[in-house]
């Protein structure tokens, strides 16, 4: 099962870019990354998720490297909403089903 | 995510009570996983679900018990046995597809006293 592991916390000020990574050296072959934000006494929010290279939506980008042991979730221009806990998720296989176990997260602060 | 309905939102126990835990899902998807969340920490898997009539043991599935005898449903008994019984219990659902994420819903909060 691949280990995901993050920095425990982060801080940014409104309208800078922000950029969160997430290490998983054991990724399996089928495995994609996806990457949740979570606010307080609610469940995650699904951000983005990928398999290789680069993905971005309206919200945020996902760098993934060549070697997939680690990905980098970009968050643009961020203002004080994006303040929450961000996880990175690694084992939602294609075609199949797997135990999928989460990281400890990263608590992104964003000041004014 | 409004294709799962977690209730209650919010759930109080008086200690030695078994309490259960509704998941209803309309997603149509196959498999559905049980987290249990302290407050500041991470997600922790206590039991999940490929399909029907047959669920897995995730890293803290002591003091919990489950049963899948719908595709729609999921519920999770917090049983006496579970020492510290009070989180946030949340359940995610997916199925296996090229670009199908884990959707969560919204959480119970369960308070024993």
């Known amino acids: 099962l691949a280990k995901t592991t993050q920095p425990i916390s982060m801080d940014s000020y409104e309208g800078q870019e922000v950029n969160i990574t997430c290490s998983h050296n054991?990724?399996?072959?089928?495995?994609?990354i996806t990457w949740y934000q979570q606010f307080p006494s609610q469940g995650p929010r699904f951000i983005i998720q990928?398999?290789?290279t680069k993905v971005t939506n309206e919200v945020a980008s996902l760098f993934i490297p060549a070697d997939r042991k680690s990905s980098t979730l970009s968050l643009p221009r961020v203002s004080l909403s994006d303040t929450a806990v961000y996880y990175c998720l690694v084992g939602v296989p294609r075609g199949g089903y797997n135990k999928l176990i989460f990281g400890a997260g990263t608590r992104l602060a964003v000041h004014p | 995510d409004g294709g799962i309905t977690q209730s209650p939102k919010y759930l109080f126990r008086k200690e030695g009570q078994n309490v259960t835990l509704s998941c209803e899902q309309n997603l149509n998807h196959d498999a559905m996983y049980w987290y249990r969340q302290d407050p500041g920490q991470g997600l922790r898997l206590i039991y999940y679900s490929q399909i029907v009539n047959d669920f897995q043991k995730g890293d803290i599935a002591e003091g919990y018990s489950v049963s899948r005898e719908k595709k729609e449903s999921f519920p999770l008994t917090v049983t006496s046995a579970q020492k510290n019984p009070t989180a946030f219990y949340l359940c995610?659902?997916?199925?296996?597809?090229?670009?199908?994420?884990?959707?969560f819903g919204n959480g119970t909060r369960l308070t024993v006293t």
């Open positions: 054991n990724i399996a072959t089928n495995d994609y």
């Open positions: 990928g398999y290789k």
């Open positions: 995610a659902t997916y199925s296996p597809g090229r670009d199908s994420p884990l959707h």
